[in-house]
């Protein structure tokens, strides 16, 4: 078991109690005075051990509870694994009750029974005094419940450590955790900024307006060469982390960001790798069409980039890539399977930030355009592999 923080010592007069109790009553007393000391002493890492020694007693064994359970007689390892189970479950509610979720995590982790903490993480509301930092490693690093320590990031530290902890770990396993920080993200960004736009408004004795971007489209006023509302680098990190949201309302705020940060000096709206040298407007062309809007014209827009994104010497094609994921994510998997057979089909698996035409024409089972992609790259096991397999269909 992990190592609990140190506890307050008992008393020199305890020992003296507990001495008397062994000799008066003897041992299966002694550990209950033992038990009702720590617990007035507040000592729960001990207790925990106090409540072991208790059972190893009543079993007849070592009273040591330090020891390896191996070392017991066969006979008596179900009752004391039980009531290891018992002992880890008292003191650790105890914690609990205490509101100490991460000691108590340790105990119950032990048990891998995370059920009661999870309880107390969606029931724990934070004064301004707690202690944030180990309940988030519970909650996020622990995987107990990784959207409450994301909140407890987000509301309490701000965007910018929760960008942070988004981009530090590896959510690709657990899309359904990306969707929740990410739509959370874009949330929390759209009202700051709109709360600062209403601000400059107010102070400008002018009414405000329902929405960021009908504020931006009403006032450019507000704009000029030095002027942002917000850190540029937190609009440019939400606005792309939006990006990979598959629906919902979200979109639309993340569109809204990209009409403010258009409307930025050039200064501010920083440089973009390909396809996106255009910034916040080729990320709103990129948003209209995962929300649906004006698709066949965005599909265009990219695909253009793409053509003039061929490189001679042979490296990937970046806008084809984008290209490809974006119809993957629409829905379009021959359309993508098309895209990458034209612009990228000199290249294997693992490359590039899309999947290959080998991958995508597997998928499709379209074991000719598989074939001819392995022969493009000279890759003949992938390629007779691609014939017998369509020799089977």
């Not at 009202?191 to 009414?207: F, I």
């Not at 695909?303 to 490189?311: E, I, N, S």
């Amino acid at each position: 078991m992990d190592t609990l923080d140190s506890s307050p010592a008992l008393s020199p007069a305890a020992f003296d109690r507990l001495r008397a109790a062994l000799d008066a009553d003897g041992p299966l007393a002694a550990v209950d005075k033992l038990c009702d000391e720590l617990r007035a002493a507040e000592d729960f890492h001990s207790l925990f051990y106090a409540l072991l020694m208790r059972k190893r007693v009543e079993l007849g064994v070592s009273p040591f509870p330090n020891g390896a359970a191996a070392e017991l007689p066969p006979e008596t390892h179900e009752a004391y694994e039980d009531a290891i189970r018992q002992a880890g479950r008292s003191v650790g509610q105890i914690y609990l009750d205490r509101g100490d979720i991460a000691k108590a995590w340790v105990l119950f982790r032990m048990l891998g029974e995370p059920g009661p903490v999870k309880d107390a993480l969606e029931a724990w509301n934070p004064g301004p005094d707690a202690d944030t930092y180990s309940v988030v490693e519970v909650a996020w690093q622990g995987g107990v419940l990784p959207q409450k320590g994301f909140d407890i990031v987000l509301d309490r530290h701000g965007v910018c450590s929760a960008i942070t902890m988004i981009h530090s770990a590896d959510l690709s396993s657990n899309p359904t955790l990306r969707e929740y920080c990410v739509r959370r993200l874009v949330r929390a960004l759209y009202d700051q900024l709109k709360e600062r736009l209403t601000a400059d408004l107010a102070g400008r004795n002018l009414p405000a307006e329902p929405t960021v971007g009908e504020i931006v489209a009403k006032h450019p006023e507000l704009f000029g060469e030095d002027v942002y509302h917000i850190d540029v680098s937190h609009l440019s990190s939400v606005v792309q982390l939006a990006m990979t949201l598959d629906s919902g309302p979200e979109l639309g705020l993340a569109r809204e960001l990209c009409l403010y940060g258009e409307k930025l000096s050039p200064t501010f709206r920083g440089d973009s790798d390909p396809p996106f040298q255009d910034t916040y407007s080729d990320y709103k062309v990129y948003l209209d069409v995962l929300r649906g809007a004006n698709v066949d014209a965005g599909i265009s827009h990219f695909r253009a980039k793409a053509d003039a994104g061929v490189d001679p010497d042979g490296d990937p094609n970046p806008p084809a890539e984008v290209l490809v994921n974006l119809l993957l994510k629409i829905g379009r998997p021959a359309e993508a399977l098309a895209v990458a057979k034209q612009y990228l089909s000199r290249f294997g698996d693992g490359q590039m930030t899309c999947p290959s035409v080998t991958e995508l024409a597997r998928r499709a089972r379209d074991y000719e355009s598989l074939a001819e992609a392995a022969k493009s790259r000279s890759d003949a096991v992938t390629f007779l592999a691609g014939l017998i397999a369509g020799k089977k269909t």
